[in-house]
């Protein structure tokens, strides 16, 4: 298992870098796609069952398509995305972000559950998101009317005035 | 689980539903924005149904106190003048005028429930309701200038949910809850010995700073003011500030009140940079929209004061300077809407001579405009006493002295506009007309600027009450 993790791991991380790092940015939508896929294995490796199938689903599937959907359709693909401004800043930001995380990480106690983990997720899934005792059903139903706003603000950006 | 306690936000979604279908059949569309500025009055009722009571439901989820009441009607109030100031400039629309309201109510319901949720998910998914919703309608103008306003807000907005969840992420692996009463449980009152807890602090507060306009996601607010349809701005300057306050407020106190002390200096030194900032980059400008974004930026950094000064009459000092600037600013944006209704000018110079074209406005304008610089007899000025008082009680006197500084500095700018409207040559003799919305909903601010600068006692007894909960 540890193994898998490391491997998926070195992959996710060097396919998000090629992500950022690609001039060409129909490559760098496949090397998301790749990004998507590793951390869906990722989730399997955590025994989180669904949430590898989500992600597949909707991110892998869905989003993926989406993406590379829009970049078909928007023309002067090849050239790829205009190099910034403020490339070094960016990198050292981000440098000084990662350094600290790492310390963060590595430098904290974190707890550590010893019982097994729970196989199909599913079930335990459904009863946090609706139990009466225990569930998120708050934050499920503010989701609703956060997919309404969306969707009323994406049909009144999109149409013509 | 009782439903009927969030019934404010059930009934304000639903009247933003009704809007929309209604504009499937009325030909009158006046009658939209009128139906939305009516139809507050039902969650209001709610709202007010509910005064007094201290329960939590959907598993602890929702509170509902005195606190996420009072902020209940202060969005409300807020949509009602910000609806009443769109109606003009909507009635301009060929089409999506129900869309448009239907937003601002929606925004409206997502910052309820940020002030009401005491779970980090649900604080979430509230403030990207808000979010979602105010990013559609800072495009709404779809020229090139709104259009870019929404997608730099849109993109920064984004950077900073994921700043967001990081930090959330990181305090969730450490309490092992996102409840707040659980996260305070559970948290280690000690935040050198804990790094993890240090970052996600961090991390916190610089997401939700972007809510708020503080450095260092400030860098959206010129662009995205400018761009905007004008209420929208007002609305983004006082609702949405407001929203980010109130939720900072639940989250600092409630799951992280073990380690305030902390978090207090952070805010402090947060506050310094950020009203400094705004106050010298707001000199340099010529749009008013930009001017008062910057000066947005700087009002930030005194109500950040409010969360340095960790106790009572710093939680209080906070929410009464956020009411004070609720009508200050959205006097201030529906004066500038009334004159730019005639004028199509964003541009300082154009306001020269204002006074004599359109006393009233002009007054009213620098009535707001004095008041933002902290000048008696306005609420500006109760309000900057009140939240100074506040941090000199926390030994926070160096706070003080760069927010005095700050205030001398801001009173250039702001007078500047004064000066203009009553010194300056008319650029024209024709007089500026503005509808009866937007005067009702001008008086109604002006009054309040007034009013709690000359007898600030019961709303402070108000503010007072919202945050007694807080330990």
Same mark, same amino acid.
């Given at each position: 298992?540890?193994i898998? +993790?490391?491997?998926?791991?070195?992959?996710?991380?060097?396919?998000?870098?090629?992500?950022?790092?690609?001039?060409?940015?129909f490559?760098?939508?496949?090397?998301?796609?790749?990004?998507?896929f590793?951390?869906?294995?990722?989730?399997?490796?955590?025994?989180?069952?669904?949430?590898?199938?989500?992600?597949?689903?909707?991110?892998?599937?869905?989003?993926?398509?989406?993406?590379?959907?829009?970049?078909?359709?928007?023309?002067?693909?090849?050239?790829?995305?205009?190099s910034?401004?403020?490339?070094?800043?960016? #990198?050292?930001?981000?440098a000084?972000?990662?350094?600290?995380?790492?310390?963060?990480?590595?430098?904290?106690?974190w707890?550590?559950?010893?019982?097994?983990?729970t196989?199909?997720?599913?079930?335990?899934?459904?009863?946090?998101?609706?139990?009466?005792e &225990?569930?998120?059903?708050?934050?499920?139903? *503010?989701?609703?009317?956060?997919?309404?706003?969306a969707?009323?603000?994406?049909?009144?950006?999109?149409? &013509?005035? | 689980? /009782?439903?009927?306690?969030?019934?404010?936000?059930?009934?304000?979604?639903?009247?933003?539903?009704?809007?929309?279908?209604?504009?499937?059949?009325?030909?009158?569309?006046?009658?939209?924005?009128?139906?939305?500025?009516?139809?507050?009055?039902?969650?209001?009722?709610?709202?007010?149904?509910?005064?007094?009571?201290?329960?939590?439901? #959907?598993?602890?989820?929702?509170?509902?106190?005195?606190?996420?009441?009072?902020?209940?009607?202060f969005?409300?109030?807020?949509?009602?003048?910000v *609806?009443?100031?769109?109606?003009d400039?909507?009635?301009?629309?060929?089409?999506?005028?129900?869309?448009?309201?239907?937003?601002?109510?929606?925004?409206?319901?997502?910052?309820?429930l940020?002030?009401s949720?005491?779970?980090?998910?649900?604080?979430?998914?509230?403030?990207?309701?808000?979010?979602?919703?105010?990013?559609?309608?800072?495009?709404?103008l779809?020229?090139?200038?709104?259009?870019?306003?929404?997608?730099?807000?849109?993109?920064?907005?984004?950077?900073?949910?994921?700043?967001?969840?990081?930090?959330?992420a990181?305090?969730?692996?450490?309490s092992?809850?996102?409840?707040?009463?659980?996260?305070?449980?559970?948290?280690?009152?000690?935040?050198?010995? /804990?790094?993890?807890?240090?970052?996600?602090?961090?991390?916190?507060?610089?997401?939700?700073?972007?809510?708020?306009?503080?450095?260092? +996601?400030?860098?959206?607010?010129?662009d995205v003011?400018?761009?905007?349809?004008?209420?929208i701005t007002?609305?983004?300057?006082?609702?949405?500030?407001?929203?980010?306050?109130a939720?900072?407020?639940?989250?600092?106190? &409630?799951?992280?009140g073990?380690?305030s002390?902390d978090?207090?200096?952070?805010?402090g030194?947060?506050?310094?940079?950020?009203m400094?900032?705004?106050?010298?980059v707001?000199?340099?400008?010529?749009?008013?929209?930009?001017?008062?974004?910057?000066?947005?930026?700087?009002?930030?950094?005194y109500?950040?004061?409010?969360?340095?000064?960790?106790?009572?009459?710093?939680?209080?000092?906070?929410? #009464?300077?956020? @009411?004070?600037?609720?009508?200050?600013?959205?006097?201030?944006?529906?004066?500038?809407?009334? @004159?730019?209704?005639?004028? /199509?000018?964003?541009?300082?110079?154009?306001?020269?001579?204002?006074?004599?074209?359109?006393?009233?406005?002009?007054?009213?304008?620098?009535?707001?405009?004095?008041?933002?610089?902290?000048?008696?007899?306005?609420?500006?000025?109760?309000?900057?006493?009140? =939240?100074? /008082?506040?941090?000199?009680?926390?030994?926070?006197?160096?706070?003080v002295?760069?927010?005095?500084?700050n205030?001398? =500095?801001s009173?250039?700018?702001?007078?500047?506009?004064?000066?203009v409207?009553?010194?300056?040559?008319p650029?024209? &003799?024709?007089?500026?007309?503005?509808?009866?919305?937007?005067r009702?909903?001008?008086?109604?601010?002006?009054?309040?600027?007034l009013?709690?600068?000359v007898?600030?006692?019961?709303?402070?007894?108000?503010?007072?009450?919202?945050?007694?909960?807080?330990?």
């Open positions: 298992m540890e898998a +993790f490391w491997i998926l791991a070195v992959i996710s991380v060097a396919s998000a870098l090629a992500v950022v790092f690609l001039r060409n940015i490559r760098a939508a496949l090397f998301l796609v790749l990004c998507f590793t951390i869906a294995g990722i989730y399997v490796v955590l025994h989180a069952d669904f949430l590898a199938a989500a992600q597949v689903l909707i991110y892998v599937g869905a989003i993926a398509v989406l993406i590379i959907f829009a970049i078909m359709l928007t023309r002067e693909t090849p050239r790829g995305s205009p910034g401004r403020f490339r070094l800043i960016a #990198f050292l930001v981000g000084t972000f990662l350094v600290a995380m790492i310390l963060v990480v590595t430098g904290t106690d707890q550590v559950i010893t019982e097994a983990p196989e199909p997720t599913t079930s335990p899934l459904a009863q946090a998101l609706f139990s009466r &225990e569930g998120f059903v708050l934050p499920f139903e *503010i989701a609703a009317a956060l997919l309404l706003a969707v009323i603000g994406a049909i009144a950006l999109v149409r &013509e005035k | 689980m /009782n439903v009927y306690l969030l019934s404010p936000a059930i009934s304000l979604c639903g009247l933003a539903i009704v809007v929309i279908l209604l504009d499937l059949f009325l030909k009158r569309k006046w009658i939209l924005g009128a139906v939305s500025v009516a139809g507050l009055i039902v969650p209001a009722a709610f709202t007010l149904a509910l005064w007094g009571r201290e329960e939590t439901s #959907f598993n602890g989820m929702l509170a509902v106190d005195e606190f996420s009441l009072f902020f209940n009607l969005f409300l109030v807020c949509a009602a003048l *609806i009443l100031a769109s109606m400039y909507v009635s301009k629309f060929r089409a999506f005028q129900g869309e448009y309201y239907a937003l601002v109510l929606l925004a409206a319901t997502g910052m309820m940020m002030a949720t005491r779970e980090l998910i649900s604080v979430y998914v509230a403030l990207e309701l808000t979010g979602i919703s105010l990013y559609a309608l800072t495009g709404f779809k020229d090139p200038k709104s259009s870019e306003a929404s997608l730099k807000y849109l993109l920064l907005g984004a950077v900073a949910s994921a700043v967001l969840l990081y930090g959330m990181m305090v969730f692996g450490l092992g809850s996102t409840h707040f009463k659980d996260i305070a449980a559970a948290i280690p009152g000690d935040v050198m010995g /804990n790094p993890a807890l240090l970052m996600g602090m961090v991390l916190l507060v610089a997401g939700f700073g972007f809510k708020i306009a503080t450095v260092p +996601f400030q860098m959206w607010v010129p003011y400018e761009g905007a349809p004008t209420p007002a609305y983004l300057s006082v609702a949405s500030k407001a929203a980010g306050f939720v900072i407020l639940r989250v600092f106190y &409630e799951a992280l073990p380690v002390l978090w207090g200096m952070m805010f030194v947060l506050a310094a940079i950020t400094t900032l705004g106050n010298v707001a000199i340099a400008q010529t749009n008013i929209k930009r001017m008062l974004g910057y000066s947005s930026i700087a009002q930030a950094g109500l950040m004061i409010g969360l340095a000064a960790v106790s009572a009459l710093g939680r209080s000092g906070l929410v #009464f300077f956020l @009411i004070a600037y609720a009508f200050t600013n959205l006097g201030a944006f529906i004066a500038i809407i009334a @004159i730019s209704n005639k004028t /199509n000018s964003d541009l300082i110079s154009d306001y020269s001579g204002m006074a004599k074209r359109a006393p009233l406005l002009a007054l009213a304008l620098g009535l707001c405009l004095i008041s933002l610089i902290g000048i008696p007899p306005t609420a500006g000025f109760m309000a900057k006493i009140y =939240i100074f /008082n506040a941090a000199v009680d926390h030994d926070l006197m160096w706070l002295i760069v927010a005095v500084v205030t001398a =500095i009173a250039y700018y702001y007078l500047r506009v004064v000066r409207m009553f010194l300056g040559a650029l024209s &003799e024709e007089a500026v007309p503005s509808s009866g919305a937007l009702a909903a001008l008086s109604v601010a002006c009054i309040g600027v009013l709690l600068g007898y600030p006692w019961a709303l402070l007894k108000i503010a007072e009450t919202a945050v007694s909960m807080f330990p």
